[in-house]
């Protein structure tokens, strides 16, 4: 494909955003004391502001390209799977986060060393390191492979500068610079794409309505699926039921949002952050949606114009910013991906060095002073950066372990959503059990996911996974913790 050269108003937006960026963030984070400071913003950050980066740090770059190219591709049935999106964060907001506020935590992880004591702790701490260490290098690479076919940047190099720019604000500014400049991600990737969804019928032949028609016609539209079903295409159970405990895990049982949540002053405040994220999160993917919807519109009556690289459509999106946008929108809306990048990775560099020093290193180096530990956070910081470095190499040298580790959250989310659930729930199962309950769901569903693969079989869709294994890992605790007994029933707790 052809490279587009890029107008120097684009050019400009792009730099000084990114750098206007780095200089926010800087500056909201200045005047930490301590690792509260650094990992929690000293519990004081607006709701509003939470919510609000919740939404940009869910909807990453590659959620910003393949939506568009679901709806271009297929249709709108993936809103399905949204509703359970609201459905999960109303059901948190109620029941889980008044638990994040009883006593002092910085990770959904010590509820589990609270309940079951520290093994079980640092198991549920250590799935979450390896997978959201994998799933974060190959997030920030996969990112980097539409740019390098739009734009011929090596796919490497604009990985590292990514997390090096990531770097900057995150290792000076802790939580609170990667929250701030979320919220100005949010505002841009909404602004974006309802300049989009203006812009684009400006391009048809026909008036909106009659387009409207076409796709309706071509089954554009079709956006409901009653009927059950294991594997895709999508359907509304997979969005009520698989969706639904999807997000229970990865907004309740997962630091990368969890740590938000903690960081507001108050039960209360997590909750109205948490129902913030559930009203704007509709809509957003309704937005994007659309857009691949009309983007099928443009190109179905301007097919000389697209050329998709190996035919993927998850491109198309891109292509159409670099070659229909005009100047300056186009610097934009590139600058939205390039600083969702950044913010994913700002985010998994916050959560993976908050989970590592406080759930692994305080335990053991109780006696270290405040400023010790600030140091030290920001230190960690520099080494999970190494690491997702380290995952973006392997991704590019070794597709296999870009595959597995892309899959990888699917199939622990289900543990981490167990063990949570066990240590709120039932707390009267040994504690050994639930870590070989915890371990037995992640070797079971990656077991699954090797013989699926073996015969090429798929009967299962990503959508059911968690609930799959968090299913796998509550029976495992409670088989373990039988055969523990011998007999007997065990006690749960209500409520």
């Avoid at 909750?271 to 659309?290: E, T, Y």
Wanted: aromatic fraction near 14%; hydrophobic fraction near 55%.
């Amino acid at each position: 494909m052809q490279s587009v050269d890029l107008a120097k108003i684009d050019i400009a937006i792009i730099v000084f955003y990114l750098l206007g960026m780095i200089a926010l963030g800087l500056w909201v984070g200045r005047g930490q004391r301590n690792a509260r400071d650094y990992f929690l913003g000293g519990r004081n950050v607006s709701w509003w502001g939470v919510g609000l980066s919740i939404v940009a740090t869910e909807t990453s770059a590659v959620t910003f390209i393949s939506v568009p190219a679901m709806a271009y591709g297929g249709d709108l049935t993936f809103i399905q799977i949204v509703i359970g999106y609201v459905i999960a964060r109303i059901i948190l907001a109620i029941l889980l986060v008044p638990h994040y506020f009883k006593g002092e935590i910085y990770s959904p992880y010590q509820l589990l060393t609270r309940s079951f004591g520290p093994m079980a702790g640092k198991t549920c701490a250590g799935i979450f390191l390896i997978a959201g260490t994998l799933a974060a290098g190959v997030r920030v690479y996969a990112t980097s492979i539409p740019l390098h076919l739009i734009t011929h940047i090596d796919i490497t190099l604009s990985a590292v500068l990514f997390i090096l720019l990531s770097l900057v604000y995150m290792y000076m500014g802790g939580i609170k610079s990667v929250i701030w400049t979320e919220v100005l991600q949010f505002f841009l990737f909404v602004g974006g794409g309802v300049f989009t969804l203006i812009y684009i019928p400006t391009l048809l032949e026909g008036s909106f309505t009659e387009n409207l028609v076409m796709a309706k016609e071509a089954g554009k539209m079709h956006w409901f699926n009653g009927a059950w079903g294991w594997q895709l295409p999508f359907n509304i159970w997979m969005g009520v039921i698989g969706a639904t405990v999807q997000v229970l895990s990865s907004h309740g049982a997962d630091q990368l949002i969890v740590q938000r949540v903690l960081s507001c002053r108050n039960a209360r405040e997590g909750s109205k952050a948490l129902i913030l994220s559930a009203v704007l999160i509709f809509p957003l993917f309704l937005i994007f949606l659309f857009t691949g919807l009309l983007l099928w519109v443009f190109y179905s009556q301007h097919p000389t114009e697209l050329a998709l690289p190996d035919g993927k459509v998850d491109y198309v999106f891109p292509l159409f910013i670099l070659s229909e946008m005009p100047v300056g929108i186009k610097g934009f809306l590139l600058v939205a991906i390039f600083s969702a990048a950044m913010s994913s990775v700002a985010s998994a560099l916050s959560a993976l060095a908050s989970v590592f020093v406080m759930d692994f290193v305080k335990p053991l180096l109780r006696t270290r002073s405040d400023q010790w530990y600030l140091r030290f956070s920001k230190i960690s910081t520099l080494f999970w950066a190494i690491l997702l470095i380290g995952v973006v190499k392997m991704s590019q040298t070794q597709p296999v372990i870009f595959d597995w580790a892309f899959s990888l959250n699917g199939l622990t989310s289900g543990a981490l959503l167990a063990g949570l659930i066990l240590a709120l729930y039932a707390q009267g199962l040994k504690p050994m059990a639930v870590v070989l309950g915890m371990v037995g769901s992640v070797v079971g569903m990656i077991l699954f996911q090797v013989v699926m693969e073996i015969y090429d079989v798929k009967c299962l869709a990503w959508p059911w996974f968690t609930l799959t294994g968090a299913l796998c890992g509550i029976l495992f605790s409670f088989l373990f913790s039988l055969i523990g007994k011998g007999s007997g029933n065990i006690p749960l707790k209500k409520g």
